[in-house]
Structure formats: C-alpha cells, structure tokens
T-cell receptor, first 118, second 114 residues
C-alpha cells in the first residue's frame, strides 16, 4: 500500500511555543492532503484540507491563524500549531489521496503525532 | 443524533472467536462504506471498502452493508491477538477518498485474548 510518513511521532512543548508537524507522501504525489485531530476514544475530526500551491481550506470552528498549513510541494504538507496551549494537546493525523480521479483512488493516513503542551 | 453511531466497546473476545463490529447511520445518501483499523498511537489503515449494499470478503474479514436498515458490519473470523485494535467505520456519499465528506464512527476498541 501507499506510504504516508508523519513526523514527529511525539512532541512535548511548553505553552506558548510553536510546533511544526510534517506529512510526506513517500511513493506518490499528493495534490491534496488532510489534517485531523483525534481526542482519546473519539473519532477523527477533519481540521483542514491542504492543497498544493494554494491556501488551505479550514473546517468550521478551526482557527486558521492558530493552525498554519503549508503545502509547498506535491509530497509535503506541514501543520504548525502556533502559540500552543494545553488545550491543543491532541493526536494529530494527516492523510493523502493517491491516484485522485482514478478507479484506485484511496485515502492513506500518516502514523500520527501526539502533541502534549505543558 | 450523530450521523454515524458506533459502539465504543471495549469488546474482549477469546482468540479464535468470530467478531462482529457494527455501525448505524442516518444519512441514506451514503454509498461508500469503509472500515479502518487503528493501532494505538498510529494512523488508521484502510481495511475494507464496499460500495452500496452487499457483502465483500477478504481473507478473514467480511464487510456487510444493509442500506435498507442503514447498518454496516465487519466480521472477523478466527480472530487473533494481532487483530486487537480500534476499528473505525467510515462512510461517504462522494467516494472513498473525499476526506472532506467522509464521516467516521468513533471507533470500537477490540481486544483478542490469547
């Protein structure tokens, strides 16, 4: 299957600092990637859609100035949590679409990043 | 009412048992149905996908969709400890990869006892 790499897998930071999370599609080009957050025992909540070469589309209630998304290449999207606070502590997961528009179009997920803000 | 309802479990069964995981939904427009497996602190992995009603089998796994009842199931035969994970159902009316339109269940935690 396709591989989507996410880094770091775990990060602990102090309140007020910014944290960058990377999401890479290793064996395919992804014009579209997605960012989710997941609280314990809860489902995935879509935060934003990251489009290569253009601005990200944020879901309702997600602060775009708080969660900066950059999709500068066809294989890399980054999520920066700015001025992180304890309530931002969560499991963040990215996903990428392989073969968009084709019969084998599928969504593949990264391994996730556990963010803990002290 | 949530669009997709899934019993969070945990569900604990002995090795070798048949496992039945289920979801109900309210949106009759859903046509694409998926099951993801998520190990602790990992991203979800697509396990099975089906279109509209019917059954699909892949090895020890069978996905079943009953659109008339708005009910989907995942059966695991000959369950093994390595099947222990959280299983998320997901569905969409636009495709398997239209992430902005995919609705996920909250996941069922499954534990297979050796």
């Amino acid at each position: 299957g396709a591989v989507v790499s996410q880094h770091p897998s775990r990060v602990i930071c102090k309140s007020g600092t910014s944290v960058k999370i990377e999401c890479r599609s290793l064996d395919f080009q992804a014009t579209t990637m997605f960012w989710y957050r997941q609280f314990p025992k809860q489902s995935l909540m879509l935060m934003a859609t990251s489009n290569e070469g253009s601005k990200a589309t944020y879901e309702q209630g997600v602060e775009k100035d708080k969660f900066l998304i950059n999709h500068a290449s066809l294989t890399l999207s980054t999520l920066t949590v700015t001025s992180a606070h304890p309530e931002d502590s969560s499991f963040y997961i990215c996903s990428a679409v392989k073969s968009p528009g084709g019969t084998n179009e599928k969504l593949f997920f990264g391994s996730g990043t556990q963010l803990s803000v002290l | 009412q949530k669009e997709v309802e899934q019993d969070p479990g945990p569900l604990s069964v002995p090795e070798g048992a048949i496992v039945s995981l289920n979801c109900t939904y309210s949106n009759s427009a859903f046509q694409y149905f998926m099951w993801y497996r998520q190990y602790s602190r990992k991203g979800p992995e697509l396990l099975m996908y089906t279109y509209s009603s019917g059954n699909k089998e892949d090895g020890r796994f069978t996905a079943q969709v009953d659109k008339s009842s708005k009910y989907i199931s995942l059966f695991i035969r000959d369950s093994q400890p390595s099947d222990s994970a959280t299983y998320l159902c997901a569905m969409s009316n636009t495709g398997y990869s239209s992430a902005s339109k995919i609705i996920f269940g909250s996941g069922t935690r499954l534990s297979i006892r050796p």
